[in-house]
C-alpha cells in the first residue's frame, strides 16, 4: 500500500534561546529612516530551498509591518546574502552586509554557515536570531539567539519517537557535516538506553551521490525504519535507492532538514512506489487553523503560489521577535549603532515578561 509523506509534528513553545539577491523594505536602503536586518543562506545550490524559504518568508514579515505603519517613524530594509551553505562565503557576506549598513540579523539559514557568522558577528556585537540553524554552538555567545529545535532535542525526541514503534533502526548521516553529525551523537546517545532496540549505522561526506552501500548495509541487517538526519537532497537519493534500485520499502524518518523532500520525490516521478512511510519533525503546520497561522500562510500563497514551510514560518517570527523587542525597548532612533542595539535587545528578549 503506497503511504503519503507525512508530518510528524512536535508543537511547543518556540525556545529562544541566547548561548544578494534580494531586497525588500520599499526600494533602497535609506539609513536615516529604516532599520537594517540582514542575514545569509544558500539561494543557490543543493540547498537553495532552505535559503529562499528564510529570505521569502522574512520579506513577508517585513512587508506586513512596513505596511502598517513600520515602528516609531521608521521602517525595515531586509537584504539577503547568498552563502551556498558554507562557512567561507557565509563570512565574506557577512562583511558586506555590514559594510552595506547592516545593523542587526538572522544570522545564517544552516549551521556551518551560521556558525562562521556568528564568529562575526560576536566581534561586532551585532545581535542576530537565526530562524533555523541548528547546532547546539551557534548560540553560545550572549549575542545570538534562535527560533527552530537544536540539534541535541532533534536527536532526543527522534530516538524517544522511533524506540516506541521500532525494534531495528537504520541510520545514515552525513560525518562531515555539523547539523546532520549533531543530530546523529544526541540519537545516538539517547536511543542506546533502549535495550530492546538494535541500531545499524552508516554515514558518508558531503557530496557523495552513491549510497548503495550504506543502504545495502542497513537491508541486510533487517532494518524496520531508516532515520535520516541529513538534508532532503541527500535522502532523496537514499531513498530512491532503497525503494526503486533494491527493491526495499521500510519507513523513513528524518529531522527539519527533510524539508522539501516531498517535492523533490514528486519531481523524480518515484513517489508512487514508495510502500513505507516518510516522516520528518516540524515545529510548522500550514493546515494549522489558529488566525494568525492562516493568515501568514494566505499572505505567503498570494505573494508566492506556493505554501510556507517550516522554514519561511520560522523567518517570519524571528523577524517579528526583532519588531516586539524593538517596539518593547521603544527604539526610535533608526541610526542606532549596531552595538547599542545589540544591548537593548539582549536585555528586552532575555526580560522576564516578553513575549511575541
Do not use: H
Not at 43 to 69: D, H, M, P
Not at 268 to 275: L, M, S
Amino acid at each position: 500500500m503506497k503511504r503519503v509523506i507525512r508530518l510528524f509534528c512536535v508543537f511547543c513553545a518556540i525556545a529562544i534561546a541566547s548561548a544578494s539577491l534580494l531586497a525588500c523594505g520599499g526600494g533602497s536602503y535609506d539609513p536615516d529612516t529604516m532599520i537594517f536586518i540582514g542575514a545569509t543562506g544558500p539561494l543557490t545550490g543543493g540547498e537553495a530551498s532552505y535559503g529562499i524559504s528564510v529570505q521569502r518568508g522574512a520579506t513577508v514579515a517585513v512587508e506586513e509591518i512596513n505596511a502598517a505603519g513600520g515602528l516609531n517613524g521608521y521602517t525595515f530594509y531586509f537584504d539577503m546574502r547568498d552563502d551556498q551553505a558554507q562557512a567561507t562565503p557565509a563570512a565574506n557576506a557577512y562583511t558586506s552586509l555590514i559594510e552595506a549598513g547592516m545593523q542587526v540579523s538572522l544570522g545564517s539559514v544552516t549551521s556551518a554557515s551560521c556558525l562562521a557568522f556568528a564568529n562575526e558577528a560576536k566581534k561586532d556585537n551585532l545581535f542576530f536570531i537565526t530562524p533555523s540553524a541548528s547546532a547546539a554552538e551557534v548560540i553560545k555567545e550572549d549575542n545570538a539567539y534562535r527560533i527552530c529545535f537544536d540539534d541535541p532535542d532533534q536527536g532526543r525526541i527522534s530516538a524517544e519517537t522511533l524506540a516506541e514503534k521500532y525494534t531495528k533502526i537504520g541510520a545514515i548521516y552525513d560525518s562531515s557535516d555539523t547539523y546532520s553529525k549533531g543530530i546523529f551523537d544526541s540519537f545516538k546517545a539517547e536511543i542506546q538506553k533502549y535495550e530492546n532496540v538494535t541500531l545499524t549505522e552508516a554515514s558518508f561526506v558531503e557530496g557523495a551521490v552513491d549510497f548503495n552501500q550504506q543502504v545495502t548495509n542497513l537491508k541486510n541487517a533487517g532494518c524496520e525504519v531508516v532515520y535520516l538526519p541529513i538534508y532532503y537532497t541527500e535522502a532523496n537519493l537514499i531513498i530512491r535507492n532503497a525503494v526503486t534500485t533494491q527493491g526495499w520499502q521500510p519507513d523513513f524518518f528524518g529531522c527539519d532538514g527533510l524539508d522539501g523532500l516531498k517535492a523533490l520525490i514528486e519531481q523524480n516521478g518515484f513517489i508512487d512506489t514508495v510502500e513505507g512511510e516518510i516522516s520528518y519533525m516540524t515545529a510548522f503546520d500550514a493546515a494549522a487553523t489558529d488566525e494568525k497561522t492562516k493568515k501568514f500562510v494566505d499572505d505567503y500563497k498570494a505573494k508566492y503560489n506556493e505554501t510556507p514551510d517550516q522554514f519561511a514560518a520560522d523567518a517570519y517570527d524571528a523577524v517579528y521577535v526583532l519588531y516586539e523587542a524593538m517596539k518593547e525597548a521603544n527604539v526610535t532612533d533608526a541610526t542606532i549603532s549596531v552595538s547599542d542595539l545589540c544591548e537593548i535587545l539582549k536585555s528586552t528578549i532575555s526580560g522576564e515578561g516578553f513575549v511575541f
